[in-house]
């Protein structure tokens, strides 16, 4: 194993220009990683974007049918067996030049339990309702965590966005992370979480946060940009919403009592947004919501229809 070499992972499907751009940026750094390994499930595939970079030293594979979860556990697989790190990137996003140098310079002074370590999102915007979720009263109810990167009893993770300095937190995005390889040597991307594999990264890192430390490097930024190209419709996410949440909170030994109650406030406000704003088109995530909420109680499992185009 070479002390210092990083090996990341894309898992793309279906957003070529998203990922020209993500391998762009990876292209300029000042600290390049020493492996990219892009796993496409794409329709069409884009090899031909991801081999237009021949400084990076690229692996391309395709899989099928389309998981992130899969996908980024078939891209572990390929990874140079002396790599000391592994990434996740996700193909929207972007790193400032030398967010890698920054980011290895934290690594070389981290402690031994410390296991992973999140980019900075540098265009982080909070979204509507943060402080609601950050009182006093849901903290005290277990239903929410007011701690930036926190993990509540419900299952629910409270969201860090932009970090003035660098802080320790209980769960890692998988959009912008790197994991010490040993980590990778037991844990992997549970495939339960199928499709659009939302959650996926909370169940993965926080699974590794009751093992060692994760942090956040301020000093390391980089941009996401949601790319529209991949997502599921509203009503099948409405579902996924609920059906994974579920899986986590049992998974993980957390309060079902209190993640029932969070979905079913997640639906009262998503049927709110949806009478103050008739157009939204939250309707749909709003009875996936309620599909869910039923199916989960009545079956003990949310029932999912899976397109391959999601």
């Excluded at 769960?171 to 992370?177: E, K, N, R």
């Excluded at 579920?246 to 030994?253: A, E, L, N, P």
Aim: glycine share 8%; proline share 4%; hydrophobic share 40%.
């Amino acid at each position: 194993m070479n002390e210092y070499f990083v090996s990341v992972i894309v898992a793309t499907k279906d957003r070529p220009e998203d990922l020209s751009r993500m391998l762009t940026s990876l292209s300029l750094q000042t600290r390049k990683p020493d492996q990219v390994v892009v796993v496409d499930a794409s329709i069409d595939p884009v090899e031909v974007v991801a081999k237009g970079f021949p400084e990076l030293n690229l692996v391309y594979e395709r899989h099928w049918p389309p998981s992130a979860s899969a996908q980024r556990n078939a891209g572990i697989l390929l990874c140079a067996p002396e790599a000391a790190f592994v990434g996740f990137m996700d193909d929207d996003t972007t790193f400032e030049a030398d967010a890698f140098e920054k980011m290895m310079e934290f690594w070389r002074n981290a402690r031994e339990d410390l296991l992973g370590a999140s980019f900075n999102l540098l265009n982080y915007e909070m979204p509507a309702g943060q402080s609601l979720k950050r009182s006093k009263l849901t903290n005290w109810l277990g239903l929410y965590s007011s701690t930036p990167g926190g993990v509540a009893q419900s299952g629910w993770q409270s969201i860090f966005g932009r970090v003035s300095d660098t802080c320790h937190v209980d769960w890692l995005p998988s959009g912008a992370v790197l994991w010490r390889s040993n980590v990778l040597q037991t844990a992997r991307f549970d495939e339960f979480y199928t499709g659009y594999s939302y959650l996926e990264d909370l169940d993965f890192s926080f699974g590794v946060s009751r093992k060692g430390k994760l942090a956040v490097v301020a000093e390391a930024g980089y941009c996401h940009f949601p790319s529209p190209h991949g997502r599921a419709s509203l009503r099948n996410f409405g579902r996924v919403e609920v059906r994974n949440r579920v899986h986590f909170v049992r998974k993980h030994g957390l309060s079902t009592l209190r993640c029932y109650v969070c979905v079913l406030g997640r639906f009262v406000m998503t049927l709110l947004q949806c009478l103050n704003s008739p157009g939204c088109g939250n309707l749909g995530r709003a009875l996936g919501n309620l599909e869910g909420l039923v199916s989960a109680k009545t079956h003990g499992t949310v029932k999912l229809q899976v397109s391959h185009s999601e």
